[in-house]
């Protein structure tokens, strides 16, 4: 049996959840039976059927799950959340086999899962495409484990190095990346939890941050103002779209807008974090500009950067933000330069 070919099927399935499942990660199961899939699913929105249910149910025929295999990316939970235990269902069902991607560390599940279904008699197989389970569940090991969100940071600059001009006439971006690359933001945007930005991002560029080259949700905006010297006419505080807005003194809080104050005299990014954490933040993209990135880039707290290197040049302008060498990944995206770097 090519275990490898069904748990890559579970992580295109789980793919499709990716934004959508929050707190829960976002998971993908395939039922197989005489090497044929006979039943899929991912995890549904927070507070419905995990992949693993909704792939049992999705069997035609239930009788053969007792001779069939179920394939998914993360260990199959064994307490009791929103929804029974996944680990029950399959013992309950009696599926003989069980291939899994990657052990859960959440110190609910942690093996448990596992152990309840040797327990039960299940043939269980684990470290199937380990390494890419891991990846694709990033964020939920990251909140896990590190009791942090996963922080991409992204940004876009010229083939010599600048991130914006100098000056410009108007209050809105100057496009650096291609329309195809804007487009992947967007798809990008709508995966992740949060998207933040400085003062003179939204000042300069009057940005609307929200998901729409693509279908999917739009992220909480983070918005860093210390002195509320934004009008509130911006963008980023339409109301359609839930915003935080992180400042030095308390204010009351309006429609569709929180503020949250921190200590500026100390970390900007450790105070970012504890608020992150407040709202229970699982991913964030950092889309400020250079002060805003180097910030964390210095603090050190970033999972991954996202870079964009366009074919134009500006002749003088605001540089880049400095990252010293890191795991890379580099790619073209129609013309433009993709370069992603891992914080290993």
């Known amino acids: 049996m090519n275990h490898e070919k069904y748990i890559a099927r579970c992580l295109e399935l789980a793919k499709m959840g990716l934004g959508k499942t929050r707190p829960n990660p976002s998971v993908g199961a395939v039922v197989v039976y005489e090497d044929k899939i006979i039943g899929e699913g991912f995890t549904s929105p927070y507070g419905g059927p995990h992949a693993e249910v909704n792939a049992i149910n999705s069997v035609k025929q239930q009788e053969l799950l007792e001779k069939a295999i179920i394939y998914v990316t993360l260990e199959p939970c064994s307490h009791y959340g929103k929804t029974p235990p996944c680990a029950d269902l399959i013992v309950a069902k009696k599926i003989p086999s069980v291939v899994i991607g990657c052990i859960d560390t959440n110190s609910l599940v942690a093996g ?10 299940c043939n269980v197989t684990v470290g199937v495409l380990e390494e890419e389970c891991f990846e694709h569940h990033k964020r939920f090991f990251t ?5 942090r969100p996963y922080i991409i940071l992204k940004w876009a600059e010229t083939k010599n190095g600048y991130i914006a001009p100098l000056t410009k006439e108007k209050s809105e971006p100057v496009w650096i990346s291609n329309r195809y690359s804007q487009q992947l ?7 992740e939890h949060a998207i933040l930005v400085g003062t003179n ?3 300069l560029d009057n940005p609307s941050l929200n998901v729409r080259s693509w279908k999917g949700n739009n992220p909480v905006r983070v918005i860093i103002d210390r002195y509320l010297k934004l009008p509130l006419n911006s963008n980023v505080f339409s109301k359609d779209q839930q915003t935080i807005v992180i400042c030095e003194k308390s ?6 807008i929180m503020y949250e104050t921190i200590d500026f005299s100390k970390d900007l990014v450790i105070g970012l974090v504890a608020v992150l954490n407040k709202h229970k933040i699982q991913s964030i993209i950092i889309e400020g500009g250079t002060k805003t990135l180097q910030q964390f880039i210095d603090s050190n707290l970033w999972d991954e950067a996202k870079v964009f290197i366009g074919e134009g040049e500006f002749d003088d302008g605001i540089k880049g933000p400095v990252l010293k060498a890191r795991v890379k990944e580099e790619k073209r995206n129609i013309n433009d330069i993709i ?4 914080n290993d």
């Open 112 to 121: 448990k899962g596992i152990k309840r279904l040797e327990k039960a008699g």
């Open 143 to 147: 909140v896990q484990n590190k009791q």
């Open 185 to 191: 933001v967007h798809k990008w945007r709508s995966q």
């Open 201 to 203: 991002t939204v000042r």
């Open 251 to 256: 204010t009351d809080n309006r429609e569709g």
């Open 339 to 342: 370069t992603i770097y891992r």
